[in-house]
């Protein structure tokens, strides 16, 4: 079945530490989103990409990176500079046509 | 650009009552307009969308919702809601784009509390 794929499911990341949140997708979507889930705060996007070695800064990037080399990966890297990185982080994708199709998501936790 | 006010941030109710969860939207264009839900700790899923044509649509678990372009509102209704529809549910809004890949605008969600 066509989907998209977020892992790991549960993260730690140390103080000072990098983290990568893998997102794979297999539905053949052009674009791909990453989003941040606080409580109460709703959707936040972080980084999103129409095309393949493209992405744009959505409205919280800072202390976020991503890449997009190949069409079915859009990987998340939370870097030593996001302060505050302990949240709940859902990937989706789009293609031609109506709506996003997101991951189950992966929670990370500062420790 | 879009925006999308989701008027109720938790709506408790007894089981087999009748729910509304409010959505407003704004926009200078036409739009698309979805609602999403999510069970705790999974990612979003679609629940129901309206792209053109008739202003009622259903989801296969009960809900409808009714685009009202005058009042620029999209509110989902329940006329019996079950234990199970415990969730938040998120109202997204998009301009109309034939098909082409436009993001979403978000809602900050509504907690629907269902107790028996």
């Known amino acids: 079945d066509g989907g998209i794929t977020q892992s790991p499911k549960y993260l730690f990341r140390k103080e000072g530490q990098n983290v990568t949140l893998s997102c794979e997708q297999n539905l053949n979507h052009d674009a791909m989103y990453w989003y941040r889930q606080d409580p109460g705060q709703g959707l936040r996007l972080i980084y999103y990409?129409?095309?393949?070695?493209?992405?744009q800064k959505g409205d919280i990037a800072e202390g976020y990176s991503v890449s997009r080399e190949k069409k079915e990966s859009f990987p998340l890297t939370v870097t030593s500079a996001q302060k505050n990185p302990t949240a709940f982080y859902l990937c989706?994708?789009?293609?031609?046509?109506?709506?996003?199709?997101f991951g189950s998501g992966t929670r990370l936790t500062v420790v | 650009a879009q925006s999308v006010t989701q008027l109720d941030s938790q709506v408790p109710v007894f089981e087999e009552a009748p729910v509304e969860l409010r959505c407003n939207y704004s926009?200078?264009?036409?739009?698309?307009l979805f609602w999403y839900v999510q069970y705790p700790n999974q990612g979003l899923q679609l629940l129901l969308k309206y792209l053109s044509g008739s202003t009622l649509v259903e989801s296969i678990n009960g809900f409808e919702a009714e685009f009202n372009k005058s009042q620029t509102s999209f509110h989902l209704r329940k006329p019996s809601v079950h234990i199970s529809d415990t969730a938040e549910y998120f109202c997204a809004v998009s301009r109309d784009s034939g098909g082409s890949n436009y993001k979403l605008t978000f809602g900050k969600g509504t907690l629907l509390t269902v107790n028996p």
């Open positions: 990409s129409q095309i393949v070695n493209d992405f």
């Open positions: 926009s200078s264009v036409s739009v698309y």
């Open positions: 989706a994708s789009s293609g031609y046509g109506y709506g996003y199709t």
